[in-house]
């Protein structure tokens, strides 16, 4: 059951996480500007009278009846997996002194969603603030990860003995990762997606124009400097190019830790980070080129969790199998304790 649960979560998780950024991409964010439910309602059929009256005061407003209910479902959604969690978790501790059981990290989560669920709230109450949804969007993927180390935890899966040396580029690539998914967060919540239309240049320059400062100011208003002023094209441009500059990073640290990877015989994980990146950042492209259309750029974020969950099981492999061995006797003996 624990271990059945466990992947159910896994797999919801990647769902919400999509199903997030197409709520947000499809400017449904706001679709119910309460919450829990939808005008004090459980469901967008019961609350039609409140949201026919927000689309007749604003006919292009962010309320309406279909953005209402892709709303909520993201939300039905996400309290069904908190729910499953807080059975994980509850198992979990049951079975602490198991070796293929992570205790403390299920435990851990039930903190993560909890938190996770009061973004949820402020990201409509406080009108989509970038610093607010760009957490909402890293608490998501913190959970995907977490839920990913139980999951290799219970499947048992091989640790094969490679270099030291390999160990830490694959720490260093879930690092810059983890940076780079963090400024693709913020490039998408300050809508700076189309800051540079052109590509490979920016404004047909390597080096545009930029205002880096209130870019990267993070208590803010959307759309406004921390001064209360309109932001700038030069600050749009600033976020978006550092995400690009981001993706050079990226790109190169991965292509090193693909090649160790398969210098090692790890030709399977090789494969799957060389994979994952390609398509990554072939979607990145194809998001400027083609003036990010809804289904490239809901793709463009599922491929990011799916690198991420990629370099999470990368590491957890590497783990050397002493350490990890280690680890579970400690478990049994702080449980029999």
Sequence with gaps: MYRRLVFIALALTLIVVVLGAYVRLSDAGLGCPDWPGCYGQLTPAHAADEIAA?????????????????????????????????????????????????????????????????????????LLKPAIVTGHLIGGLTTLSLLALLALRAAQVSRPTVPASLVRW??????????????????????????????????????PDMDMANAFHVVRELGMTAQGDMLSLQALTAIHWMHRLGALVVTGVLLVLALRLALAGQRGMAGAVFAALAVQVSLGIANVVMSLPLGLAVAHNAGAAVLLLTLVVVNERLVPARAWDLAGRRNDENAYA
């Design 54 to 126: 927000a689309v007749a005061e604003s006919p292009e407003g962010p309320v309406s009846m279909h953005k209402a209910w892709k709303e909520m479902v993201h939300r039905y959604l996400a309290a069904s997996l908190g729910f499953i969690i807080l059975v994980i978790a509850g198992l979990a501790w049951r079975r602490r002194a198991d070796p293929s059981v992570r205790a403390t990290i299920a435990v851990s989560l039930v903190a993560v969603v909890i938190f996770q669920g009061l973004l949820g709230k402020w990201t409509v109450t406080l």
């Design 170 to 207: 694959a720490r260093i690539g879930l690092l810059v990762v983890i940076v780079q998914i963090i400024l693709g967060g913020w490039t998408s919540t300050n809508y700076a997606a189309l800051a540079c239309t052109d590509f490979p240049t920016c404004h047909g320059s390597w080096w």
